[in-house]
């Protein structure tokens, strides 16, 4: 507001405004001058990479212009923000993105042709942005891309990582991790300089009486480091709205070093502090469901949360609201238990800074959080030791008792008689050493708690949060079934696809409204439809039968049914029982006479997928899938029969393309493990169908789609721990069939046989916890009944625009509408000139 320009000097900014382009041949302009200017380069050496950047600026100019607006109107407007606070923001590439969603893909792609490049290999240039593991990611980037194209005035918060998630190699069959780089050149992010947040660590907290005779808490001493904004434009589709991603990067405070250490000759030291600032934003810690309880990754969780909360904090001060107001104007989720100290972080703020009384302090900050809980996976829910949390924020653990004190009093009240509820639920678990429970902390912390789909929000009230149901009732616990952005997901991903579709609803109204899907169904008995769908998914599995063949040499015959399993590699998804059933086919196939083989469906098997580099089975099924892969794949008896593939590096951008090329696709974890999934959504999206079990959004998913048009098989959620039970404590017998296919692995068939003991063995010997051997029968029966259904590609094409129809609740547009409603309370902002 200070530096706003007086009033008579306005007319000349108003006629020197930047104007966005709006034929090719401004948008021409606007790329020769970025090559020239921006890059200091011009005709003679202007290579790919050089005109993506170029064109990338000239987007990047549009976005900034509506993001300058949208943030006047809601700043102007001083409506309800949401921020949504994640450690991961699985953005994937930008350029393409932003292209449709502005509108002007055709009009840039006519601009490169007459500068001489095709779109597509400008948009091939571009890296993904990968600041994230799997699924909890990728939400997180949905959710930004419908919160702006649904007008909402929201925030995301995160960490910019020098480091995103690994590039993954594969040398020799094994998982070999190379650092990913990725900042080289970004021309989507703003470095605010100017804006930065002073984080302080370590210390000692002293009592003091103030003035009023009120005892106060002092945090002093310990370090500080420097948190600096650096800001990416997020635009809505079809839509001015222009968001912002607020990513925080580490520097030291205090300069580039000390001087004075330097001047005396201490160079190494001198630099030391300033290197082990930058440490704290370095790198994404690679693990998927998994916590690892590392004192970086604590000082990456208070170093992301204090600095984005004093940015919001003093955007709130700035209206001159009383504190009260503040959970009226904010809301703020949280993306699993990462960001739970904000909760005690804003307590801080309120009774230490701001001076209120606490009760007062605890209503607000209970009034402005949610919770989205991702697991229920036991090794995933985060706990940090105590002393560890004394040691790098002493204030905050003082405030996390006093939390723990007031709330454990009140459930004593509640329930008199019963002692075990307060061990039971207590912040601190009483183990050695003591243990803060951030789960139980973001609980008792904010208004709501939600779960990602049916089958899981049902599970978490019932096992693992089933004593807070009991202390705060069900009302506090919620359902948000996970969505996807159906502008990335089909519009971008599948674009002929989307024309077809676009072609028969009479406009592309359906990216924002998915619902109206349900119009394509009555298309399902049209020739010429049903005969361009089944073409547009050719085209698709040939363009990934090439990729296939430039990455891996194998050939592949894209009529062939294309199988694909691509997700993080984790025991509980069960990558292992999909190689197992691709063995046992491969030893059915051998077994048959020539003629018999004649008759068989050929199967493409496709895998892809990182395992955590400190996941050692993880990495042991890859190595086996790869093994496989190269004695089938080179058996003259099998030939096009069966292809077992092993991608490497899968990420967002192989995303787009594998997922519109599949004709089935593998969402198999044991039942009640998987939260919910949403690369099935992906796939059914496209067309593709899906054999999986009876766990997370499958079970929506057929609920929509109906029975007829999905493949599931398997042990349900009820059954399993009784099973578990059975294979500990009874005998344990293994099916027979995959009886079999460990055997030929263990003649050495595949090579390695010390390797792959530990994969049998987990199910033989070891309780087969994830019940391979339960459900292999179910799933050999149900991939046969996939072939079946195969071979009528009428019926089939007829399920497949079936299923595309009916996925209209799966849109992330829809899950924004469910958090607006019923967590966060707010109203979309949208643009009325
Ligand atoms: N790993 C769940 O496992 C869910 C996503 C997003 C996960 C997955 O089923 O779809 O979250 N959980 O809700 C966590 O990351 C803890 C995931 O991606």
């Not at 630099?271 to 990754?297: C, F, H, M, W």
């Not at 700035?318 to 005690?344: G, M």
């Not at 030791?385 to 405030?399: K, Y």
């Not at 998915?514 to 020739?527: A, T």
Request: with cysteine; net charge negative.
């Amino acid at each position: 507001v200070e530096a706003s320009i007086p009033e008579p000097q306005r007319e000349a900014w108003k006629r020197n405004q930047t104007a966005a382009f709006k034929s090719s041949d401004e948008f021409e302009k606007e790329v020769v001058r970025h090559v020239e200017t921006s890059l200091a380069r011009s005709m003679f050496n202007c290579d790919e990479k050089a005109a993506y950047s170029a064109t990338s600026l000239a987007f990047r100019d549009r976005l900034v212009l509506d993001w300058n607006k949208t943030q006047q109107r809601q700043t102007y407007r001083d409506s309800k923000r949401v921020y949504y606070l994640s450690l991961e923001f699985l953005m994937g590439r930008a350029l393409d993105n932003a292209m449709l969603n502005v509108g002007m893909k055709d009009t840039a792609k006519a601009g490169l042709a007459d500068l001489g490049f095709r779109i597509e290999d400008i948009i091939g240039q571009e890296h993904d942005a990968a600041l994230g593991n799997g699924g909890l990611g990728r939400l997180a980037a949905c959710f930004l891309d419908s919160l702006a194209s649904l007008d909402f005035p929201a925030w995301g918060y995160g960490l910019r990582y020098r480091y995103g998630i690994f590039k993954q190699e594969i040398i020799d069959g094994y998982q070999v991790e190379v650092p990913d780089y990725w900042l080289d050149f970004n021309p989507w992010e703003f470095p605010r300089h100017d804006v930065t947040v002073d984080v302080q660590f370590f210390g000692s907290v002293k009592k003091v009486t103030n003035e009023e005779g009120k005892s106060v808490a002092i945090w002093e001493g310990g370090e500080i480091v420097v948190a600096v904004a650096y800001d990416v434009p997020i635009p809505g589709y079809d839509t001015p709205t222009t968001n912002n991603l607020r990513l925080w990067s580490s520097k030291a405070s205090g300069g580039e070093f000390d001087f004075q250490k330097f001047n005396s000759g201490d160079y190494e030291s001198s630099v030391a502090e300033q290197q082990r600032a930058e440490t704290i934003s370095n790198v994404l810690y690679p693990n998927d469901n998994l916590e690892r309880g590392k004192e970086l990754r604590l000082k990456q969780q208070y170093f992301w949360v204090a600095a984005s909360l004093y940015d919001i904090v003093r955007r709130f001060k700035k209206s001159k609201r009383a504190w009260r107001e503040f959970p009226e104007q904010v809301a703020i989720q949280l993306n699993d238990t990462h960001p739970t100290l904000a909760i005690v972080e804003l307590q801080r703020i309120l009774i230490d800074v701001e001076g209120l009384e606490w009760d007062l302090a605890w209503e607000i900050v209970t009034g402005t959080f949610g919770y989205t809980n991702h697991t229920v996976l036991p090794e995933a829910l985060e706990k940090w030791p105590v002393g560890l949390v004394q040691h790098l924020l002493p204030r905050h653990l003082q405030i996390i008792y006093d939390i723990n004190l007031f709330f454990l009093q009140s459930v004593e009240k509640q329930f008199p008689d019963d002692r075990e509820i307060l061990t039971r639920v207590s912040i601190i678990e009483e183990s050695q050493p003591k243990m803060v429970r951030m789960a139980h902390l973001a609980i008792v912390g904010s208004h709501k708690v939600n779960g990602v789909a049916e089958l899981h929000s049902d599970l978490i009230k019932t096992t693992i949060f089933k004593d807070f149901v009991e202390i705060y009732g069900p009302d506090r616990f919620t359902n948000v079934t996970n969505g996807i952005t159906p502008r990335r997901w089909l519009h971008q991903a599948n674009p002929r696809l989307s024309e077809l579709i676009a072609s028969k609803l009479g406009s592309h109204e359906f990216l924002k409204d998915l619902s109206q899907l349900n119009k394509l169904e009555v298309l399902v008995q049209d020739k010429d439809f049903k005969k361009e769908w089944a073409e547009i998914k050719f085209a698709n599995k040939v363009r990934l039968a090439k990729y296939i063949k430039e990455t891996t040499g194998v050939n592949v015959n894209p009529s062939a049914l294309f199988d694909v399993q691509v997700k993080r590699i984790h025991e509980y998804k069960r990558q292992q029982l999909n190689i197992f059933g691709v063995i046992h086919r491969y030893l059915t196939l051998k077994a048959m006479t020539p003629a018999e083989r004649k008759k068989q469906m050929p199967r493409v098997s496709i895998f892809g997928g990182k395992a955590a580099p400190g996941y050692w089975m993880a990495k042991q099924i890859i190595h086996l899938i790869n093994a496989v892969g190269s004695v089938v794949n080179n058996d003259e008896d099998i030939g096009d029969l069966l292809k077992v593939l092993f991608l490497e590096d899968y990420n967002v951008s192989k995303a787009e393309i594998i997922c519109p090329a599949s004709d089935i696709s593998e969402h198999i974890s044991t039942a009640g493990t998987e939260a919910s999934g949403t690369s099935n959504m992906k796939f059914v999206l496209n067309g593709g169908l899906i054999i999986g079990t009876c766990d997370g959004a499958n079970i929506e998913i057929t609920r929509e789609v109906g029975e007829n048009n999905i493949f599931l098989f398997g042990n349900l959620a009820e059954d399993v721990e009784d099973l578990r039970h059975a294979h500990t404590y009874g005998s344990h017998t293994i099916d027979p069939d995959l009886a079999k296919v460990f055997e030929e692995i263990q003649k050495g068939t595949f090579g390695s046989v010390h390797d792959f003991s530990a994969m049998i063995a987990a199910v033989k010997d070891h309780g087969d916890y994830y019940l391979v051997s339960d459900d292999f029968h179910s799933y050999i029966e149900t991939h046969k009944l996939v072939d079946e259904a195969y071979r009528n590609q009428e019926e089939w094409v007829v399920k497949s625009i079936t299923a595309v129809a009916r996925m209209g609740f799966f849109s992330s547009d829809r899950c924004i509408y469910e958090y607006a409603d019923g967590i966060w309370n707010v109203e979309p902002l949208p643009r009325r000139d």
